[in-house]
Structures are given as structure tokens and as C-alpha cells.
């Protein structure tokens, strides 16, 4: 089967390649020879079907480049003067009253752009006067010209393209209700998160305070999603305290005489971590302190940074699930900034103490899914239910 195949795709000759192929026998042998079309056997004169499919449907191409290779190459502005480009054809003046357009072959290459480029050349003299546009093109160009200051969203027609967006073209009014509509959306998709975390039985709040924006724990807090406590400390940072975080949060050296340190406290902090659905206003901020505070306990061990990282803060970061408050806030909060493209965030005003701030972020989801269009009764359900097992 495989032999009889074979035999039956290389089965054309030349002349009967060449008129499948629609070509003339000597374009044939010329495109043979440059190598535009391979013969399919040793001897180079027989052709399968496909290839001669495939000559067939790029021939215009073939033919080009056949003419292409045929025709002499100059540099920019060395070419006859009789040799001149479509471009240069369509051109009008005193010795050529009408545009033309190529009536012969490629008579010529031009390279420019240090040989990066090329324009082809005719000959002016076998040049053919440039068609009008058909009714059809004419036709066509003005339902180009229509649809570009047609808005997509209304269909209106506006006086003028630019009065269209550029990306989406559309006009004022459509521009107006996308935003509107985007704000409103986003606004339900917010507060529709709020209402899900604060029916997760699984979700708890964190928040802390620390030495400084890069710096240890003095403080941390975790609640349940009722705001009832889990965890509520403060921390001996074994670091200085900078100023500026300290008239932040109001805590002092003399307050954490006493207090545990981070390694002291980590057992029951991840304790009421693991496995939960962490809310915090900020988390890059917090996950940030964290892991701080894991990596610095775990060189007290002696292990290499890079392993620490891999050995002890990853499993604790997998251990939970971290999502960012502030982020879905400003969403719901809905004040855009055109300059950044996305929306502004907010303080939280919980009064930068751990427990507060816990407690302040919870009520900032009460009031996002306050919020929240009433659910199709269909879709009641379960967050009814899970409502229930407080
Ligand atoms: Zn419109």
C-alpha cells in the first residue's frame, strides 16, 4: 500500500505538472531549477500531487520571484531612468498627464537601507494607464470610511473618527455607561466576596504592627470572621523600635517587657493559621512581616537563606490561604485612578492596633455586603445555611 502510494503522489511529469500547476513549461523548469518547487525523486522530474497543489496556489508568487531573479539589482538612485517603482508609475507631471501602473514584468531591483530592504522596478515604457476604482472598490472604501466613525456599542454615526475611542471606537455616551457599568460590577463583585468570606466558617482576620515598614512583629492579633479573638499579643521584636512606627501604633519598649518573642509565640500563631482562609488589609504587608520573622528564626538554625525560604516559609505560606482586603476595599470603595488604571486604596482608620485593625477590616465586609444586591431566591441557600452554624 505504502509503494503504490508513494508512486501515485510522484506521478506527474513535467508538461502535466506544469498545466496543473498553471503555469508554462519553461515557468515550470525555471521554477524548478531556482529551487521554488521540489521534484519528489532522484532524477528530478516528477512531481507529487501536493507539490503541485501547493505550486499551484502560491504561482502568483512564484512568478515574482521568478521575475525577481531574472532582473538586474542597483542601488538607490543608480537605476535607468526608465526604471521606476509602482509607486514612482503613479506619480503625475508635465511628461506623464495620467497615473500608470506596471504593464510588464519586474525590469529591475532596487536595495536600500543597506540592502535591508528592496522595491521592485518597471519598465515606464510598457507601463498601462492606472484603472479608475470599480464601483464595487469605491463601494467598498466608503463602507471603510463609514464603519471607522461608527460607534460599536450604539451604532451612531459620528461627524468624525476621532470623536470615537480609539481601541474600542465608541462614542462618548458608550464610553460613559462602560464605566458606569464597570464600576457597578466591580462594586457587586466586591461586595459579593465580602458576603462569601464572612460566611466561610473557614475565614479568620489578621493584622500586625511592627518595628518599622521592613522590620519585626511587635504585635499581632487574629480573629474569627464574628471578630471574637484567637490570638491576641504583643511581641518582643528583639529590635529597636523606629520612631515613626511607634507614633503610629503607640507601642513602646517598656510596653513588650516581658511579652514572647516571635519563636515563643509561632506554635499557636500558626495554630490558628493553618488551614484557614487569612483576611488581611494589605497582606503583602503582613505576609511580608511573617516571613521575616520565619527566616530570621530559621538562621538562628544555621541553614542557608535560599533553603530556609524552601524549608520553612513556603510549607507555612502553603498552609493557608492569604487574600487582601484593601485591594477588594478600594474596588468596592470604587475611586478610580486613571493614571495607575485600577482604583485607589483606602485607609482603614481601625486605629493601628493589631486587634482593632482585625476588627475594623471585618466591619469594612459587613459593609461591602451590606451592600450586595438581593441573591435570586434560587441562590439563597447556602450562604443562609452557612450563616447558621455560629
Ligand atoms: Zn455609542
Known amino acids: ?21 498553471g503555469m508554462s513549461l519553461g515557468e515550470w523548469r525555471r521554477a524548478v531549477r531556482s529551487g521554488l518547487v521540489r521534484s519528489a525523486d532522484v532524477d528530478g522530474a516528477r512531481w ?20 525577481v531573479l531574472a532582473a538586474p539589482e542597483y542601488r538607490w538612485g543608480q537605476a535607468p531612468a526608465h526604471l521606476l517603482t ?21 525590469r529591475g531591483v532596487v536595495h536600500f537601507r543597506r540592502g535591508r530592504d528592496r522595491l521592485y522596478l518597471y519598465d515606464v515604457r510598457e507601463a498601462v494607464p492606472k484603472r479608475a476604482p470599480t464601483k464595487a472598490q469605491t463601494a467598498a472604501a466608503e463602507r471603510r470610511k463609514l464603519a471607522a466613525r461608527t460607534c460599536t456599542g450604539c451604532g451612531k454615526v459620528a461627524g468624525d473618527r476621532n470623536d470615537l475611542s480609539r481601541t474600542k471606537r465608541l462614542c462618548p455616551a458608550c464610553v460613559a455607561a462602560f464605566w458606569t457599568k464597570k464600576f457597578a460590577d466591580d462594586k457587586q463583585a466586591a461586595a459579593a466576596w465580602a458576603r462569601e468570606v464572612l460566611d466561610d466558617p473557614a475565614t479568620v482576620f489578621l493584622d500586625s504592627e511592627t518595628t518599622d515598614l521592613s522590620g519585626f512583629l511587635v504585635e499581632i ?5 464574628h471578630g471574637a479573638v484567637l490570638l491576641d499579643s504583643l511581641i518582643d521584636p528583639r529590635a529597636e523600635i523606629e520612631p515613626g512606627a511607634q507614633a503610629v501604633h503607640g507601642i513602646g519598649a517598656a510596653d513588650l517587657v516581658g511579652a514572647p518573642t516571635y519563636a515563643e509565640l509561632a506554635e499557636r500563631l500558626w495554630a490558628v493559621l493553618r488551614g484557614r482562609r487569612v483576611i488581611i488589609y494589605n497582606v503583602a504587608f503582613d505576609t511580608a512581616v511573617l516571613r ?8 538562628e538554625l544555621g541553614p542557608e537563606p535560599r533553603e530556609a525560604e524552601d524549608r520553612y516559609w513556603a510549607p507555612l505560606e502553603r498552609s493557608a490561604r492569604w487574600e487582601c482586603a ?23 482608620g481601625g486605629g493601628h492596633r ?18 450586595l444586591a438581593p441573591a435570586a431566591p434560587a441562590e439563597l441557600g447556602q450562604p443562609v445555611l452557612a450563616g447558621l452554624d455560629a
Do not use: F, K, N
Open 292 to 299: 521575616r520573622e520565619v527566616l530570621r528564626a530559621a538562621a
Open 221 to 225: 492579633s487574629v480573629t474569627d470572621r
Open 326 to 348: 484593601m485591594a477588594w476595599y478600594a474596588q468596592w470603595y470604587g475611586e478610580w485612578d486613571h493614571y495607575h488604571r485600577d482604583y485607589t486604596w483606602q485607609r482603614l
Open 48 to 67: 507529487s500531487a501536493a507539490v503541485v497543489e501547493r505550486a499551484r496556489s502560491s504561482r502568483a508568487s512564484i512568478r515574482t520571484q521568478l521575475q
Open 354 to 371: 493589631a486587634l482593632g485593625d482585625c476588627r475594623a477590616t471585618r466591619e469594612r465586609l459587613v459593609e461591602m455586603a451590606a451592600s
Open 86 to 106: 509602482r509607486a514612482q508609475l503613479a506619480e503625475t507631471g508635465p511628461d506623464r498627464p495620467v497615473p500608470l501602473r506596471p504593464g510588464g514584468p519586474i
Open 1 to 21: 500500500m505504502g509503494t503504490t502510494r508513494s508512486r501515485e503522489r510522484a506521478d506527474y511529469g513535467p508538461g502535466q505538472a506544469a498545466a496543473r500547476a
